[in-house]
């Protein structure tokens, strides 16, 4: 199973892009890589998610390289209401071995927007 | 609406008092699989299941119990709660347990205390 490494906090200021780098050096070759963003007392809800190169929604942008051993979201232009622990999750596998349904989510990265 | 609907939302217990906490989804989804969240370690899964009478251990599910007899409940079960499931527990559900599919829909929240 692939574990993720993402760093603690990160602070911003409004107005700025923010980018929020995970690491997973053991990444297999079916795993896809979703973010996800949880506000306090809530559940965390999906943002994006890719398998190699660039995606983009209307909230992010998520950059692969290569090698798929690491992943960057990027959001543009925060604002206070982006104030939230990002999670990077990678997996599960196709194989159907029964660790499909095993995600591990990590700590996630905590993110502090100022005005 | 699409939701996925955990009970209690808040609930402060005494060891050894057994209890549930019941999860429902309405949207018809395949996979679904708990998670407790604990201040530090961010988030950590306890059981899944990938369909109805199909469910598999998570990383910490010691002292835990699901059943899943119907698609749309996975409830949990602390058969002997004790103070160090003191956490924040999550349910979600996703069409399916591969990353393809995307999304986990996440419920608000279960606040457990056990005295």
């Known amino acids: 199973l692939a574990k993720t490494t993402q760093p603690i906090s990160m602070d911003s200021y409004e107005g700025q892009e923010v980018n929020i780098t995970c690491s997973h050096n053991?990444?297999?070759?079916?795993?896809?890589i979703t973010w996800y963003q949880q506000f306090p007392s809530q559940g965390p809800r999906f943002i994006i998610q890719g398998y190699k190169t660039k995606v983009t929604n209307e909230v992010a942008s998520l950059f692969i390289p290569a090698d798929r051993k690491s992943s960057t979201l990027s959001l543009p232009r925060v604002s206070l209401s982006d104030t939230a622990v990002y999670y990077c999750l990678v997996g599960p596998t196709l194989n159907y071995g029964g660790s499909q349904g095993n995600l591990i989510f990590g700590k996630g990265t905590k993110l502090s927007v100022k005005p | 609406e699409a939701q996925v609907t955990q009970n209690p939302r808040y609930l402060i217990t005494v060891t050894g008092k057994k209890l549930t906490v019941t999860c429902s989804q309405n949207?018809?989804?395949?996979?679904m699989s708990w998670y407790r969240q604990d201040p530090g370690l961010g988030l950590r899964q306890i059981y899944y299941s990938m369909n109805v009478e199909v469910t598999d251990k998570g990383d910490v599910p010691e002292g835990y119990k699901v059943s899943r007899k119907e698609k749309r409940n996975f409830p949990l079960i602390l058969e002997s709660p004790s103070p160090n499931q003191t956490s924040l527990y999550f349910c979600?559900?996703?069409?399916?347990?591969?990353?393809?599919?995307?999304?986990?829909?996440f419920g608000e929240g279960s606040r457990l205390t056990v005295l």
């Open positions: 979600a559900s996703s069409l399916s347990g591969l990353a393809v599919t995307g999304e986990l829909f």
């Open positions: 053991n990444i297999a070759t079916n795993d896809y």
């Open positions: 949207m018809n989804h395949e996979y």
